[in-house]
């Protein structure tokens, strides 16, 4: 078996522990953020001093704090039997948590032990502070590790559904080798019966959704698609980023989905971003949606690299291709008009 080299875990760097701490620090030493600078010190408490940890978008990006928004990760072990498997949760802390805000919580984890997680895993962790059946959240009360038990219990259940659909499938390889052969019969003979287990449902947008796809962008053979489309739920955005990503066009491209959203919900707006390896592009996306004063709305680009380094210009054509996205769905409108024209198509 080839060895696999993997890139060292943040947890090696002393830098972060040092800088995890400075801004505790900090945190402490202001009256109005000292709950949250308490609350992060628990949580290395009861998890270990090396699961909790700064989050930074790549390895050159020093800022624990973006736009006054507090983001760390926090990596658990499933409890027993399960404490070898182990998950990454992205917190997002808006600046007015605990008093009229509650944390956002998001699963960097891309596979639970075997398995991939699929989008509902992720939409249901997504809407943990804003579901019905999610944690109740109250004015002026941390609530972060209550999250991130519920995550936990949501993950356990989700790995032992796959777990019993894995052993049910070996079950049925074992059956099938056995009747091959009783009846002479191998495992190859293309008459052989074939037993499948579904795993994961086929990749669905949510009902209502409408996705704008504008003409490509080409400098050098590399080509810039800009996506963009309306949402209602936080949680929409990664079975939007599933459904995509699951399109083989798209998946092939050297960074299929650099995207940013903003979306309101009651008095709370929430964002985020991610530039799906592209350094820094996802933030430039979140930072044109936040100069548009654009709300609602979820814009990704899909950049194909033709061999040729552009150099900055590629960001030039990023910000272009999602601004033009934003055009045809006709979010750069006034909010009743939302139609789209004739330089691009809907999906």
Known sequence: MTAVASSPSPSTDPSDAQDLDTLIAKLLSDPDREPVGSEIEVLKSIYGEDAVRIWRASRDDQRPVID?????????????P???VKIKVL?????????????????????IGAFGVDSNLFGSILRTFISSNGVEWTPDVVCVFDGLQTVLDRCVEWYQ?????????????????????STNLPNSDPTAA???VEVEATVELPDGIE????ESIID?????????????????????????????????????IINAWRCQVGAVLHQDNDDDGETAAGGRLAHLLQILEINNVLVI??????????????????????????????????PESKKGNAKGRKR
Request: net charge neutral.
């Open 68 to 80: 006054d928004k507090i983001r760390y990760e926090v990596e658990v072990g499933l409890p027993d």
């Open 82 to 84: 399960y404490e070898e």
């Open 91 to 111: 917190v997002s802390i808006p600046p007015s948590y605990p008093s009229s805000s509650p944390p956002q919580l998001q699963l960097l984890s891309r596979y």
């Open 161 to 181: 559904e796959r777990l019993s659909a894995d052993q049910v499938g070996e079950l049925l390889r074992e059956d099938m080798a056995a009747h091959n052969q």
């Open 194 to 196: 074939r037993y499948t």
């Open 211 to 214: 996705i704008f796809e504008a």
């Open 220 to 256: 050098r053979k590399s080509s810039f698609v800009g996506r963009a489309c309306a949402i209602t739920d936080p949680a929409q955005v990664p079975l939007i980023l599933s459904y995509l990503s699951s399109d083989r066009r798209i998946a092939r491209a050297a960074h299929p």
């Open 301 to 334: 680009v899909t950049r194909y690299f033709g061999g040729i380094h552009l150099g900055p210009d590629r960001f030039k054509h990023i910000n272009q291709a999602a601004r033009n996205a934003l055009e045809v769905g006709g979010f750069l409108d006034s």
